[in-house]
């Protein structure tokens, strides 16, 4: 291999932003974490659940009927059991989410405690399931749970409600790992009055599920020494490329020693475009969904995948084919976080309940390990760790969670993402 370009540039900036947390992260936890996330449709009516709040007097609350108005939880853990009222209701709660939370063993105990439907509406973009709720779709939904990123994104549109932290912190943050609580600096589930996230600013977002984005190897092909990104734009292996735009750009960014989350020059957009094209002509094809990126690994016809994530490719390995690994090579990755939040508009009176489910360590193992749905992925939720088989623990890689979080940065928001789309979409018409 040739020597990496720019890599003290590269290693300088990622020690100036990576997480670097592993210690707090998995504190007082016996397992590690590492996860592996994916991806669903994006097409789906949205189900019927978030807009005409299911009624019943004395069941729903207030403030499920006020637009914008906080959400509350009632003492913990009265929300996690259902009354005769709520299961008399037959309510239906909508969601609008990633794949994998459509599972059977997610789903299903939910809807038989509370004699509940659940309407799950997948998407695999998140500006375009945003831009789908502005456009009135968010009265179809009680739920969304977007990328950590953006739900500034969302709040900025006026979609998403805040939630009272002191009551809902008995179901979510009393649970989590350090690393995903706000008194250790995680900021993702707050916004401050500037817009902004800030670990001391109003909570609207609860962490659900999270992994890593970078580069998938075929390690009978693809040796250690070898896992730098320079090996995608090499012609010593043979290359794919995700057609996933915002994860893309990050990713290309990363290689060539760029902040992503600022404002970038006209030079650094220049230098991206280079990279951007020189990638692209040296892969074998471009692979606009998870299911075809990962049968052109399995067959072999490509042997490195840019960019891949845990989210995507850990299906492959819970399948037994082990030799994939979404690695993190010196110049960095990605941590991406899902996370529930509340939309505006009248809630299904079971809303509430439904949220604090998923979040519960029982509902979050079985999200990690979803019966007949795609990805599989750590989550927040400490005890679960030590719940996960051997197996389980080899197919998401938890031993490797301290290295993942030491080499990687927080998704964060790309303020000039629309001024690289033209860069890709010219990227792609090379092939």
């Known amino acids: 291999m040739s020597t990496m370009r720019n890599s003290l540039k590269r290693r300088e900036y990622l020690q100036g932003i990576a ?136 709040y900025d549109e006026d979609l998403l409600r805040p939630l009272d932290e002191e009551a809902w912190r008995p179901y979510t943050f009393d649970n989590y790992l350090d690393l995903f609580k706000p ?94 094209f020189d990638l692209v002509d040296n892969s074998v094809a471009i692979y606009p969904d998870i299911a075809s990126q990962n049968q052109a690994l399995k067959s072999g016809e490509i042997d490195v995948l840019l960019m891949a994530s845990n989210f995507g490719q850990g299906t492959l390995r819970r399948d037994g084919r082990m030799e994939f690994r979404t690695i993190i090579p010196e110049e960095g990755g990605i941590i991406w976080v899902e996370q529930d939040t509340f939309l505006k508009g009248e809630l299904s009176p079971l809303a509430d309940n439904y949220v604090a489910y998923l979040q519960s360590p029982e509902a979050a193992l079985n999200l990690s390990w979803p019966e007949g749905a795609s990805s599989v992925n750590v989550v927040p939720q400490q005890s679960v760790f030590d719940e996960y088989t051997d197996e389980q623990k080899e197919v998401l890689r938890t031993e490797d969670l301290n290295d993942i979080l030491d080499n990687s940065v927080f998704f964060d928001r790309v303020p000039d993402l629309e001024s690289f789309q033209p860069i890709w979409r010219q990227a792609k018409a090379r092939k």
């Open 19 to 154: 997480i670097g947390a592993s210690s707090v992260a998995i504190a007082g936890c016996s397992g590690d974490g590492g996860g592996d996330g994916g991806d669903g449709g994006d097409s789906g009516d949205g189900g019927d659940g978030g807009g005409d709040g299911d009624g019943g007097g004395g069941v729903q609350e207030n403030w499920e009927r006020e637009e914008m108005a906080t959400v509350q939880a009632k003492s913990h853990p009265e929300l996690l059991e259902a009354t005769e009222a709520e299961k008399d209701l037959g309510a239906t709660v909508s969601h609008l989410t990633w794949a994998g939370y459509d599972g059977e063993n997610v789903q299903q105990p939910f809807r038989k405690q509370f004699n509940a439907e659940t309407s799950l509406d997948l998407f695999t973009d998140d500006p375009k399931a945003i831009n789908r709720l502005s456009a009135g779709e968010w009265e179809q939904f009680d739920v969304f749970t977007p990328n950590n990123a953006f739900v500034v994104d969302a």
């Open 183 to 276: 008194e250790n600096g995680y900021k993702y589930g707050h916004i401050n009055e500037d817009g902004e996230f800030d670990p001391e600013g109003q909570l609207y977002a609860l962490p659900q599920r999270w992994g890593w984005v970078s580069m998938c190897v075929n390690t009978d092909v693809v040796p250690e020494s070898d896992w730098t990104y320079d090996i995608a734009w090499s012609e010593e292996y043979n290359v794919g490329v995700s057609d996933w735009f915002f994860w893309i750009i990050q990713t290309i960014m990363l290689r060539e020693g760029i902040d992503p989350y600022k404002e970038h020059s006209d030079s650094e957009r220049e230098q991206v475009k280079q990279a951007t």
